[in-house]
């Protein structure tokens, strides 16, 4: 009969459980640990009178309180005042605990009624701590005739109780001196805290030194495989200087597996959005769900691509990379992701992890950095043209990619209610985002182009933004039916106060609302004026629109589109 072996091999050499090592170890400590506790908990269990710091005070208050009335029932009848207090201040001496404790009675006026204290020899005829006796007739005064009390009587501070008893018109205290309720209590803590601190560092020192001798690999396991997952990247276990344990074993059935699984990881991550990555970590599976969710589309198009295609040929793909590296990272750097690109546009979602009225915000936010990124990077062409023609000028060929390669863009952005999941078959599917809106997205994009405006939003973006931030400022630019609806809806651009230069803007826009207000009223003749002194590209649409004509019978306000 073979003889059964103790430990698993790998080959000849023995894998020995990792938990044997943690079990023997916290054995020991545990033991240890049992052993102290029990010793501490002999020693000092004579000490653990420091509840007393607000022991029955409440109780004894209480009882004090009601022999108080019974007395002055008798006060009543006998007419033998100091008998009555007699008895009282003997009653309440029997609860006395501490060296300090105390109770007395005394009148508005701070004149003592009686005093009672377990202190041999302190007597008190007067109440002399006039701002607490103040306060306590301000409280008194506001309906208020029971509650706590700090006081001194001149050699340290009393804490308790008191109540107003209407009978004898004083106030009842019980009181005990904080120092006697501190002074056990912190020479129980000093003693405690000194053996804890002292055991805990010898402890301390010998678990480090044995737990660093046992954990030193999965130390360094632990901390790869952290990083990978912070990173969402598979890599290989550093294992060559591993002791032969199981936990080596399954660092290297790991690293096996690792090399292939990234490269699938890192393609996946490249295709799909950030938040289906994330399900699919969470949730080790993607189905074909989705449901109505309400979100923000931002949708971004390339102006004039057609003649961008024809001029630059194969190169236009080398342009778009350089031009969608920039804006996805603007996307993603305002917690959106990217619904899907398509040629020269691209459709960004807003609030697909966290629904909240921060989504307007940020999609404004990445709809402005998209434009401005946009814009260096035709500064950085046009810097480039300098430099060349420093030396020579551009051919005619060359101007032609010079303007194709300066690429300018329009942002269209609404919300609402639509469709957000997945979508497809069990062997293909893809993200999406469907809905009214989203098409309303592309529409408002379309808009730039007609009001040479680099970025329009809906009544919907600039409600959302105005409930959570006084950020940007949203100027009404026209009402327009589109092609395909039967009613007018309001369109808006968004500046952004924190920008230089916006004053200056804002002033313009005023001036061009108080003309978009008298053209809806179809006061046109008002309107081209205002519209001529604002002097901005976008009133060049609406004085043209008008010419001289006057405003058409029966004018809405709306504009009607006739194409998309």
């Known amino acids: 009969m073979a003889r059964k072996k103790l430990f698993q091999y790998v080959g000849d050499t023995p894998i020995i459980p990792i938990s044997a090592k943690i079990l023997a170890i916290f054995i020991v400590l545990i033991l240890l640990s049992n052993f102290m506790t029990n010793l501490l908990s002999i020693n000092l269990s004579q000490k653990q009178k420091n509840v007393l710091t607000n022991q029955l005070l409440v109780n004894q ?53 009686f005093f009672s204290s377990n202190r041999a020899g302190r007597t008190l005829d007067l109440f002399k701590d006039k701002e607490t006796l103040e306060k306590l007739n301000a409280d008194f005064d506001a309906g208020i005739n029971q509650g706590s009390v700090t006081f001194d009587f ?58 660093n001798k046992v954990f030193v690999n999965i130390k360094g396991i632990t901390k790869s495989l952290y990083d990978m997952q912070q990173r969402q990247q598979l890599e290989v276990i550093n294992i060559d200087d591993a002791p032969n344990d199981d936990i080596t074993y399954l660092a290297a059935s790991f690293n096996s597996l690792s090399v292939s699984v990234n490269n699938l990881l890192t393609t996946f991550q490249k295709f799909v959005s950030k938040d289906v990555v994330n399900k699919a970590y969470s949730n080790h599976a993607i189905t074909l769900e989705g449901n109505q969710r309400e979100l923000t589309m931002l949708f971004s198009d390339i102006k004039s691509f057609t003649y961008r295609t024809e001029t630059l040929g194969n190169d236009i793909i080398d342009v778009l990379n350089v031009h969608y590296n920039k804006v996805i990272h603007a996307v993603h750097q305002s917690n959106g992701v990217v619904g899907s690109i398509i040629g020269d546009a691209i ?76 979508i497809g078959s069990d062997e293909h599917m893809a993200n ?56 007018g809806k309001k369109i808006y651009y968004p500046i952004d106060t924190f920008v230089q230069g916006s004053a200056a803007l804002s002033e313009k826009f005023e001036i061009y609302e108080g003309g978009l207000k008298a053209y809806y009223k179809g006061d046109w003749s008002k309107a081209r004026k205002m519209f001529k002194q604002a002097d901005m590209e976008v009133c060049e649409v609406f004085l043209e629109r008008m010419g001289r004509k006057s405003a058409p019978a029966k004018w809405s306000g709306i504009w009607t589109m006739t194409t998309k």
């Open 432 to 487: 999406t985002v469907i809905g009214d809106k989203v098409n309303s997205a592309s529409r408002l994009e379309g808009l730039t182009r007609v009001y040479h405006l680099p970025v329009i939003v809906s009544d919907y973006i600039k409600k959302e933004a105005e409930s959570i931030s006084k950020r940007y400022k949203f100027y009404e630019i026209d009402t327009v039916q589109v092609k395909g609806k039967t009613e």
């Open 347 to 422: 459709l960004a979602v807003f609030g697909t992890e966290t629904s909240s009225a921060e989504k307007s915000i940020k999609s404004i936010e990445s709809a402005w950095e998209i434009t401005n990124v946009t814009a260096e990077l035709r500064e950085k062409m046009a810097a480039r043209r300098k430099e060349i023609e420093k030396k020579r000028k551009l051919t005619a060929s060359e101007l032609r990619v010079y303007e194709a390669v300066l690429l300018d863009i329009g942002v269209g952005i609404d919300g609402g209610t639509v469709f957000y999941g997945n």
């Open 154 to 211: 001149g050699d340290g501070e009393f804490f308790g109780i008191y109540k107003y008893h209407n009978d004898w018109n004083c106030y009842f205290v019980r009181a005990e001196s904080r120092a006697d309720n501190q002074r056990e209590m912190y020479t129980v803590i000093g003693i405690t805290a000194a053996i804890i601190l002292a055991l805990t560092v010898v402890f301390v020192f010998l678990g480090t030194f044995m737990l």
């Open 61 to 113: 208050l209480k009882e004090m309180y009601i022999t108080a009335g019974n007395q002055y029932q008798i006060y009543s009848y006998s007419k033998n005042k100091d008998e009555c207090l007699e008895a009282l201040k003997k009653s309440v001496s029997s609860s006395f605990t501490q060296d300090n404790s105390c109770a007395m009675a005394f009148d508005r006026t701070g004149k003592i009624l």
